[in-house]
């Protein structure tokens, strides 16, 4: 079993950025790949980013691209979502996740994603 505790969140201003982490623990992740999904209130949870494990190949959401940058560190079994430039519509709680098997035709869906973690509060001021 894997566990996965984000952190980093809170309250920014428009125009801003901040940083969150993810870090996992219960043994080490051998899966394909890990992202960053968030929900806002009355929405459906949104694909943020992914990055696969192994090769480091990135994917993000189109309301994300230039602004929002994914990274990880095999060594610490960590990932990190850097995020630059935030809207108020960047407001949202943000999950952590990790995928064993990663198939294509849901990578950029909840349902890809077998392992999750508590989110973390990110409210963009305007």
């Known amino acids: 079993q894997v566990q996965l505790v984000e952190s980093g969140g809170g309250l920014v201003q428009a125009g801003g950025s901040v940083r969150l982490s993810c870090a996992a623990s219960?043994?080490?992740?051998?899966?394909?790949?890990m992202g960053w999904f968030r929900q806002a209130p009355g929405k459906e949870r949104e694909f943020v980013a992914a990055?696969?494990?192994?090769?480091?190949?990135?994917y993000y959401g189109d309301s994300v691209k230039g602004r929002f940058t994914i990274s990880k560190d095999n060594t610490k079994n960590t990932l990190t979502l850097q995020m630059n430039s935030l809207k108020p519509e960047d407001t949202a709680v943000y999950y952590c996740a990790a995928s064993r098997r990663w198939e294509a035709y849901r990578r950029f869906t909840p349902t890809g994603y077998d392992y999750w973690g508590q989110g973390t509060q990110v409210t963009v001021a305007s």
């Open positions: 219960g043994r080490s992740f051998s899966g394909a790949a």
């Open positions: 990055i696969s494990w192994i090769g480091g190949t990135t």
